[in-house]
């Protein structure tokens, strides 16, 4: 295989280093200069672990006209992501060792990126979770979303703890809670239920309390089972407030905040409409900020996009006919990038929600940090560069963005996945030769 340098590459402790790759793999970390197959001059850029986005909806199989696995993988690439983990509400949903052997086969040669897969759990698959290999985790849907995949019953939800070795993701907002508010809706305020007040509705639909309490239910069986759980998009402020009393006991609990919960609320996406339903609902202004603070101070584990496409002709409808979910994994890592320009965290903490935390979580081996001997997952930022996102700029299938319009300094420039440059610049470098990484 060939051989790279990668030259005067600021490391995020400030270290000013070159980076030498052969075989795919980070070989030295230091100030040498052998000769190599190519070489990239990264003078006045940072260099960062490949990010690992623990939380994509990839739509394969069965919504491939939202998002393929090649589209949505360039999407990635493009936004310095380098492994996804791909959740299992598909159509079919993944719910078999048979279909997720199915699933793999469909995306086998077509991913520019590192991939892992979950399986998803139902009332009556346990004995599939408890034999299956090879998985990201298992995903419990607590409350109904995209899909059909749902388990309302805790009792169900502790047997899959207690007798699963794997790591249990949950999508935590409890389905009576939903039923209850969706039966009898809060008092409605004149003017609520037009197209511009879409995120205050679906808010109230289906609101905090819901997330709560099914986060609530999901510790206390962590509790008894000591089994580890990984509480996906976490949105609200009771809800931080429950995992923080978990944490303080120590419990294996961990927590995702995505980037529409950190960078947009209930007034700021009025505009969206149904461009900003999404389950959980987009929360109050309190709560954005309640999850940005807590990403400096630990409660926060990792980032996950929850990219979740779907089409602007689905959107464009009702709002009780709309999809719910928001693409991201294009956009997020230059959110966090601009995150640390206004200084609300270092680019440390940053490698640490989005590169190493995920790794160690997932126990994905050899990737998220920059060490000899590790893969050569890496992205170079130019943490001084501002770019517009623009829909028509967009590698993901659905062409459209959240956050589109916002000016984000810190722009990911170089991405290497395996020691193969695979974007540069706006380009990206065929042909798809990501792995499957479990
Ligand atoms: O809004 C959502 N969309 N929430 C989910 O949990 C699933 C996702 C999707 O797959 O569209
Ligand atoms: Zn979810
Ligand atoms: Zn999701």
Same mark, same amino acid.
């Given at each position: 295989?060939?051989?790279?340098?990668?030259?005067?590459?600021?490391?995020?402790?400030?270290?000013?280093?070159?980076?030498?790759?052969?075989?795919?793999?980070?070989?030295?970390?230091?100030?040498?200069?052998?000769?190599?197959?190519?070489?990239?001059?990264?003078?006045?850029?940072?260099?960062?672990?490949?990010?690992?986005?623990?939380?994509?909806?990839?739509?394969?199989?069965?919504?491939?006209?939202?998002?393929?696995?090649?589209?949505?993988?360039?999407?990635?690439?493009?936004?310095?992501?380098?492994?996804?983990?791909?959740?299992?509400?598909?159509?079919?949903?993944?719910?078999?060792?048979?279909?997720?052997?199915?699933?793999?086969?469909?995306?086998?040669?077509?991913?520019?990126?590192?991939?892992?897969?979950?399986?998803?759990?139902?009332?009556?698959?346990?004995?599939?979770?408890?034999?299956?290999?090879?998985?990201?985790?298992?995903?419990?849907?607590?409350?109904?979303?995209?899909?059909? *995949?749902?388990?309302?019953?805790?009792?169900?939800?502790?047997?899959?703890?207690?007798?699963?070795?794997?790591?249990?993701?949950?999508?935590?907002?409890?389905?009576?809670?939903?039923?209850?508010?969706?039966?009898?809706?809060?008092?409605?305020?004149?003017?609520?239920?037009?197209?511009?007040?879409?995120?205050?509705?679906?808010?109230?639909?289906?609101?905090?309390?819901?997330?709560?309490?099914?986060?609530?239910?999901?510790?206390?069986?962590?509790?008894?089972?000591?089994?580890?759980?990984?509480?996906?998009?976490?949105?609200?402020?009771?809800?931080?407030?429950?995992?923080?009393?978990?944490?303080?006991?120590?419990?294996?609990?961990?927590?995702?905040?995505?980037?529409?919960?950190?960078?947009?609320?209930?007034?700021?996406?009025?505009?969206?409409?149904?461009?900003?339903?999404?389950?959980?609902?987009?929360?109050?202004?309190?709560?954005?900020?309640?999850?940005?603070?807590?990403?400096?101070?630990?409660?926060?584990?990792?980032?996950?996009?929850?990219?979740?496409?779907?089409?602007?002709?689905?959107?464009?409808?009702?709002?009780?006919?709309?999809?719910?979910?928001?693409?991201?994994?294009?956009?997020?890592?230059?959110?966090? *990038?601009?995150?640390?320009?206004?200084?609300?965290?270092?680019?440390?903490?940053?490698?640490?929600?989005?590169?190493?935390?995920?790794?160690?979580?997932?126990?994905?081996?050899?990737?998220?940090?920059?060490?000899?001997?590790?893969?050569?997952?890496?992205?170079?930022?130019?943490?001084?560069?501002?770019?517009?996102?623009?829909?028509?700029?967009?590698?993901?299938?659905?062409?459209?963005?959240?956050?589109?319009?916002?000016?984000?300094?810190?722009?990911?420039?170089?991405?290497?996945?395996?020691?193969?440059?695979?974007?540069?610049?706006?380009?990206?470098?065929?042909?798809?030769?990501?792995?499957?990484?479990?």
């Amino acid at each position: 295989m060939s051989s790279l340098l990668i030259k005067n590459a600021t490391l995020a402790s400030g270290q000013i280093v070159n980076i030498f790759i052969k075989d795919g793999l980070i070989y030295d970390i230091g100030n040498k200069s052998p000769l190599c197959d190519q070489k990239i001059d990264a003078q006045g850029q940072s260099i960062i672990p490949g990010v690992i986005d623990p939380h994509v909806h990839f739509r394969v199989p069965g919504a491939e006209y939202k998002e393929d696995w090649q589209t949505g993988s360039k999407a990635a690439v493009a936004g310095g992501v380098t492994t996804v983990l791909d959740m299992p509400n598909n159509q079919p949903a993944i719910t078999t060792q048979k279909t997720l052997d199915q699933k793999r086969r469909l995306i086998k040669n077509q991913s520019y990126v590192n991939y892992g897969l979950y399986l998803g759990a139902t009332a009556s698959n346990l004995n599939e979770l408890k034999t299956v290999s090879g998985i990201a985790g298992v995903k419990v849907y607590l409350g109904s979303t995209t899909g059909d *995949l749902l388990v309302t019953d805790y009792q169900i939800v502790e047997e899959i703890l207690a007798e699963t070795n794997q790591i249990i993701a949950f999508h935590s907002e409890d389905e009576e809670c939903i039923k209850q508010f969706s039966i009898f809706p809060p008092r409605r305020r004149a003017g609520n239920f037009q197209f511009s007040n879409i995120a205050k509705r679906h808010n109230q639909l289906r609101p905090e309390e819901c997330a709560e309490k099914s986060t609530g239910k999901i510790i206390e069986l962590v509790k008894k089972t000591k089994k580890r759980a990984y509480i996906c998009h976490v949105s609200g402020q009771k809800e931080i407030e429950l995992i923080r009393q978990a944490k303080d006991q120590k419990l294996p609990i961990y927590a995702e905040a995505s980037p529409h919960y950190l960078f947009l609320n209930t007034q700021s996406a009025i505009d969206l409409g149904n461009f900003a339903k999404v389950n959980p609902p987009i929360r109050s202004e309190v709560s954005q900020q309640a999850l940005q603070l807590s990403l400096s101070s630990g409660l926060i584990d990792t980032i996950g996009s929850d990219h979740a496409p779907h089409t602007r002709e689905e959107k464009e409808v009702d709002y009780a006919q709309a999809p719910a979910g928001v693409p991201g994994v294009e956009t997020s890592l230059s959110l966090m *990038l601009n995150l640390v320009n206004q200084g609300a965290i270092t680019l440390a903490r940053l490698v640490e929600l989005m590169c190493s935390t995920p790794a160690d979580i997932f126990k994905i081996s050899k990737r998220g940090k920059i060490e000899p001997g590790y893969f050569a997952d890496l992205v170079l930022v130019d943490l001084k560069l501002t770019y517009e996102v623009k829909n028509s700029k967009l590698y993901s299938k659905c062409g459209w963005s959240p956050f589109s319009g916002r000016h984000l300094k810190g722009v990911p420039m170089a991405v290497i996945v395996g020691g193969r440059l695979v974007y540069q610049k706006g380009k990206i470098f065929g042909p798809p030769g990501g792995c499957e990484v479990f």
